[in-house]
């Protein structure tokens, strides 16, 4: 167990619909790091924040966005769901933000499913 | 773009053979992580190197970082069919930036 969470862990719904994933990071960590990963296209990186403030974006469309709340849970809202995006959205968590050795915990993921 | 090639993409070997799996860049990274991912679960750290040259072990798993921190490779020693999964590489280059391998989905057969 990673001390990452992130719910709901599955998520099935329609093209066009609106849906948010959540993610509480370890205890004590100030950076969410969120993931999209699919068969083809390995783990690319979403967009990151610190401390509440966005710090790095990703290959991150633009009908998804994300947040990060004062008690550091974080939210991925995905929009006008297409089929391509369905994958799995993983979450993951460090200590800093800055420069170090970068170690992330990821958590179990959420697996979204667009039909 | 900092670009991780892994490899070999796919790799099936019997119990008790050993393997070596590559992580390759032309960027010099300040970091390089090991994950390794169970189908349906989050990617979980193995080890992080830092120093160029750096050999780190974990028990029968070998870590190098190349000399010029462009490259990693891991050597696993008479694998089992517990480390059968994806193992990626991550390298941490310019500020923030983590970049991922597409990974090595290596299959141990008992």
């Known amino acids: 167990d990673s001390g990452v969470t992130q719910t709901p862990k599955h998520l099935i719904t329609a093209t066009g619909q609106r849906v948010t994933l959540r993610c509480s990071p370890r205890?004590?960590?100030?950076?969410v790091y969120w993931y999209q990963q699919s068969l083809d296209q390995g783990l690319q990186f979403l967009i990151q924040y610190y401390n509440g403030e966005e710090r790095a974006k990703g290959n991150i469309l633009e009908r998804f966005s994300a947040q990060q709340f004062p008690d550091l849970h974080s939210e991925l809202n995905l929009s006008s769901l297409e089929l391509g995006d369905s994958a799995l959205y993983f979450c993951a968590s460090r200590p800093g933000g800055g420069e170090g050795e970068n170690e992330q915990f990821f958590g179990p993921g959420t697996r979204l499913t667009v039909l | 773009t900092q670009l991780l090639e892994q490899s070999p993409q796919f790799l099936s070997i019997q119990e008790g053979e050993n393997l070596t799996v590559y992580c390759n860049s032309s960027?010099?990274?300040?970091?390089l992580q090991w994950y390794r991912q169970e189908p349906g679960e989050g990617p979980v750290l193995l080890v992080t190197v830092v120093t160029g040259g750096e050999v780190k072990k974990l028990k029968r798993l070998t870590f190098q970082f190349g000399d010029a921190r462009k490259d990693s490779s891991l050597h696993i020693t008479a694998a089992q069919p517990g480390d059968t999964g994806l193992y990626l590489c991550?390298?941490?280059?310019?500020?923030?930036?983590?970049?991922f391998g597409i990974g090595t989905k290596l299959q141990v057969i008992p």
């Open positions: 960027s010099v990274f300040s970091s």
């Open positions: 991550a390298g941490a280059g310019g500020y923030q930036k983590v970049t």
């Open positions: 205890s004590g960590d100030l950076s």
